[in-house]
Structures are given as C-alpha cells and as structure tokens.
C-alpha cells in the first residue's frame, strides 16, 4: 500500500479488484480544501481509460511489477510470437491479448511486456513507431491541414498529409494513431 502523493506515472494499482496502469499523475492543491491527486488511468483488462482523484491521505495498493524489453518475431495463424533480445526466450498471444498493439505489429518492433505475479497482463508500445508507406493516392498540393489514407508495410492504415508517397518512412504517434512527421 502506498499513499496516493507516492503514486507515479507507470505503477500499476489495483482499484475494485481490478488493475490499471498510471498514464498522468497531477497533484491538486485547491484554495479551500484538502489536497488531491488526480490520475489518468487505463484499465489493464478491457484498455478503457478513466480519470481518477484520491484525497492525499488515501491509500492506495501498488502491485509489483516487472517491465521486459521483447520484439516480435512472426504471426503463425492466430499466434503472434515474441522474444526477449537477451535471454532469447520467446512468448506467445493471441490477438485478444494485443488488441492495443495490433495495428503497430511489425518484424522486430520493441515493444515492453508488462508482467504481474508472473502472468502477462499488458503489452505497451514506445511513444512513436517508424513505417514505410506502401501504397497512398500520388502526392499532391491542397489545403494545409488535409490528409489521405496511406497503407503501411504491416497493412494497416493511417491518415497522412497529402505530400507523402509511397516509399516514404513515416513516424507515427502509437497512443492516437496520428501522423507526426516524415521519417
């Protein structure tokens, strides 16, 4: 148990017997009042993301986790398959599990398994990935702002500016889908 002031962006907490992930932690201090933590949470379970306010001195349970580093190797039907770079031991999931991380699969992406008394209880992406643009409507001038539907090399798609064709490398921001730059 920890206090609600120790809680920090990434502690997984269970709340109602369910767990959730910290994404932002605000500690709010009103003119009239006591003290607050306010924290944006999503749910490890169904990914839905909630807002969250404890009062300082509330306590709150922080479950021990583990964080491991793995890349994905390959898809063979419905199971995805997965290596720790240095211990070269491999996971497997089914796209249920990956749900969130689903779109952004591609050969040897790092992405960080989050573990939780020795089960796999999430899978969290970094903040932005790099994709080759394989087929989009040719580039062309427009209005500022615009964008079009691009494929990537893993097939899904991602709306991009109107400028971008394909063979171009694009960044893609993971936690909205949007376009952030050309890569």
Known sequence: MITATQVRVGNVLKIDGHLYRVLKVQHITPGKGNAQVQADIRNLKTGIKTNVRFRSVESVEDIET??????????????YHFMDPKTYEQF?????????????????????????????????????????????????????????????????????????????????DTETGDYLEKG
């Open 66 to 79: 583990d964080e491991r580093q793995v890349t994905f190797l390959y898809q063979d039907g419905p199971t």
């Open 92 to 172: 497997e999931f089914q796209k249920e599990f990956l749900e969130d991380v689903f779109r952004y699969l591609k050969p040897e992406a790092p992405f960080t398994l989050l573990n939780c008394e020795g089960n796999a209880i999430s899978m969290t992406l970094p903040q932005r990935m790099s994709f080759t643009v394989t087929e989009c409507d040719p580039p062309s001038k427009g209005m500022a702002g615009a964008l079009k539907e691009a494929k990537v090399e893993n097939g899904s798609m991602f709306r991009v500016p109107l400028f971008i064709k394909s063979g171009d490398v694009v960044v893609i």
